[in-house]
């Protein structure tokens, strides 16, 4: 069922924007019917996380420190994908860059929105499968550590919470469902 929009946009400012991000300020009238101020970051890219899986269950995860969170994180690779361009082309270079891996088989798993209360912006997460090895192309702002592990192991990272990006956290939780149904 489609419910009707219960807000009201008077005005759209822009704040802010770099080569990753546009940032507004909206007023608004409420659904209540004040006057109020609401933010909104869009982005300029498609998040694309990528779940590389091979024929005996393994997978990769990248480790990085996150700059925005002051920690180091363990992640599927991922990366952004330009709006109006092909998100598959874009995740087949995300996966090649980060970890070295090319797949042959691919399989979207799901469409998310990262935090639908201040940013308008998408993901998608696929399943890579078939998986052929070379060199990896880090970019400039990325010093990763590439770890292969068992996707069960990859799993109780989610639930022991070592793995805590949106992302990686809803990509695995789909993959495992995705593995175990194609099993049956």
Do not use: C
Not at 47 to 76: C, F, H, K, M
Not at 117 to 138: H, I, M, N, P, W
Request: glycine fraction near 8%; avoid cysteine.
């Amino acid at each position: 069922m489609k419910e009707d929009n219960p807000w009201e946009t008077v005005r759209i400012k822009p704040v802010y924007q770099n080569p990753w991000i546009i940032v507004e300020e909206h007023d608004v009238i409420t659904p209540a019917g004040r006057e109020g101020i609401y933010g909104k970051v869009s982005f300029k890219n498609k998040a694309l996380g990528i779940i590389p899986l091979d024929q005996d269950n393994n997978t990769w995860l990248v480790g990085q420190y996150r700059y925005t969170l002051d920690t180091y994180s363990w992640e599927i690779p991922m990366g952004g994908g330009p709006l109006g361009e092909d998100f598959i082309e874009n995740a087949k270079r995300e996966l090649k860059e980060e970890t070295g891996i090319i797949a042959a088989h691919w399989q979207q798993l799901l469409k998310l929105h990262t935090s639908n209360s201040v940013t308008d912006e998408e993901g998608f997460v696929y399943l890579a499968q078939e998986l052929t090895f070379g060199e990896t192309a880090f970019e400039e702002t990325e010093k990763l550590i590439i770890k292969k592990l068992p996707f069960t192991e990859a799993l109780d990272m989610v639930i022991e919470g070592e793995i805590t990006d949106a992302i990686s956290v809803a990509g695995l939780l789909m993959a495992d469902k995705f593995i175990n149904k194609t099993k049956k």
